[in-house]
């Protein structure tokens, strides 16, 4: 079993930033991946980011996006506190959702939300305009 916990959602207006923390505990996925998926009202939920969880060699990439967050996002991990961490930047309005962090035992097809196998509570992210 896994537990995944986010925090750092909020409000906040457009253009600003925010850091979503997620920290997992129980079981671990040594060739596994961690993502953040979001959900907007009325709207399917929308693969975000992702971040595998053992590095790779340098011919493939650890982190992965949507279009519509690169270059603003930023996903990354902290070994040591078990955290995964996503940096938003430059948000607009359209980037307002629930945020969730999920955990998966596969490191492929990581934009596909329904393989992701745990999912934390969610932590709400609205941005004014």
């Known amino acids: 079993q896994v537990q995944l916990v986010e925090s750092g959602g909020g409000l906040v207006q457009a253009g600003g930033s925010l850091r979503l923390s997620c920290v997992h505990s129980g079981r671990t996925f040594s060739s596994g991946a961690m993502g953040w998926i979001r959900q907007a009202p009325g709207k399917e939920r929308e693969f975000v980011a992702a971040i595998l969880l053992s590095d790779t060699t340098a011919y493939y990439a650890n982190t992965y996006y949507a279009d519509s967050v690169k270059g603003r996002f930023t996903i990354s991990r902290d070994d040591a506190k078990n955290t995964v961490h996503l940096q938003m930047n430059s948000l607009n309005p359209g980037d307002t959702a629930v945020y969730y962090c999920?955990?998966?035992?596969?490191?492929?097809?990581?934009?596909?939300?329904?393989?992701?196998?745990?999912w934390g509570q969610g932590t709400q992210v609205t941005v004014s305009s």
């Open positions: 999920a955990a998966r035992s596969t490191n492929y097809r990581l934009w596909v939300t329904e393989e992701y196998e745990y």
